[in-house]
């Protein structure tokens, strides 16, 4: 049978599809957005190709023009059927990520796609869906009452807090939930903020590190941070996505997908400084203000449209994140042979470089050392 993925193009998805057609050996089928095959082949060979892994690309990887918010996937009739009997297992990893957009921005791909993805997993064969959601449904928990959260803990619009895409998020869970007490075999998957790949810095442009710690360059500052952040390596998370999915007695299970202990916000500040940037930690409100200051740069106006960045970086003591625990679901992913990255002043090292190189002519701080 065939394994179903969505948001193979995306930061993650296309490394979930490297690792599911490394560990499995039917078809793996990506959803593409895409106007024609031939166009979906070639979004989807680019994004797996760009990360130079040695994996049989063709022929088992096979691309199909889809969209998740329309009925049936997009797809014609007779392709859905067809689809629908081909495929046991679906990985839904697409979402319209934007942590600065309105909920009605993005609720037609992370709702409406995970509903349609749902319609699909009740059409033809019996299937498994893997539901890759986030630790983002959890960020403003505290304010929810809650110290602490761990794979039992079950978020609700109170916990995401105020945000349009967080908030989607939760109700495509919620989505999931009902299905799977109406019969649907589901496992859940909740990383935490995906860090650049581990063995070359390797990030979006438009990926939160990235941003928040262009935004301290350009700035030459760095807000007093106070949160620990639930967090991973991309290449990390994706293994561990595809390594959980397929160990035994995993539906009906909640992963919590990240590194053992959270990632105190500040050691990414530390980390630039060791690097070799002259920052200086200074208040919330005088980070505001460099960010003000600054606004022309598209890295501290990106930082200064992402209210976001009070929770995850804790930067008010009312506005910390979470505990964070993942003890059920580290060991399940040590049982499966997962490999934990090291995060140390090595691989931040790569990761700064990586950004000086792809974005040397956005950042405009002093470097002092290589």
Not at 211 to 227: D, E, K, N, W
């Amino acid at each position: 049978m065939a394994v179903l993925l969505t948001g193979g193009t995306g930061f993650v998805g296309a490394r979930l599809c490297v690792e599911l057609l490394r560990r499995t050996d039917g078809p793996v089928i990506c959803l593409v957005r895409a106007e024609s095959v031939a166009r979906a082949e070639q979004r989807m060979r680019s994004a797996v190709e760009a990360l130079g892994e040695d994996v049989p690309v063709l022929p088992r990887m096979r691309a199909v023009p889809a969209d998740l918010s329309s009925a049936r996937l997009g797809l014609d009739e007779g392709a859905y059927r067809t689809l629908a009997e081909e495929v046991d297992s679906v990985y839904h990893c697409g979402a319209y990520v934007h942590l600065a957009a309105a909920y009605e921005r993005v609720a037609p791909v992370n709702i409406g796609g995970t509903r349609r993805v749902l319609e699909f997993c009740a059409a033809g064969t019996p299937k498994h869906l893997h539901h890759i959601s986030t630790l983002g449904v959890f960020l403003a928990a505290r304010e929810a009452g809650l110290d602490s959260v761990d794979e039992s803990t079950v978020p609700t619009l109170g916990t995401c807090g105020p945000f349009g895409y967080l908030r989607t998020k939760v109700e495509a869970e919620q989505a999931v939930a009902a299905a799977a007490e109406s019969g649907l075999t589901a496992t859940l998957y909740r990383p935490g903020l995906v860090l650049a790949d581990s063995r070359d810095g390797a990030a979006p442009a438009n990926d939160f590190t990235t941003c928040v710690l262009a935004a301290a360059i350009v700035t030459g500052c760095y807000p007093t941070a106070l949160g620990a952040l639930p967090a991973s390596t991309v290449d990390h998370t994706a293994q561990a996505i595809a390594a959980l999915s397929l160990a035994p007695d995993t539906a009906g299970k909640v992963f919590h997908v990240m590194r053992p202990e959270p990632l105190p916000a500040r050691e990414l500040f530390e980390r630039a400084r060791e690097h070799g940037y002259r920052l200086r930690e200074v208040t919330a409100q005088q980070w505001r203000v460099a960010l003000l200051a600054h606004r022309a740069n598209p890295w501290a106006r990106a930082v200064l449209a992402l209210e976001i960045c009070t929770y995850i970086l804790g930067i008010t003591p009312g506005r910390r994140p979470p505990r964070f625990s993942a003890d059920i679901s580290a060991d399940a992913a040590a049982a499966a042979s997962v490999r934990v990255p090291d995060t140390g002043p090595a691989y931040f090292h790569r990761l700064l470089d990586r950004l000086e190189r792809d974005h040397e002519e956005t950042l405009s701080a002093t470097h002092t050392s290589g």
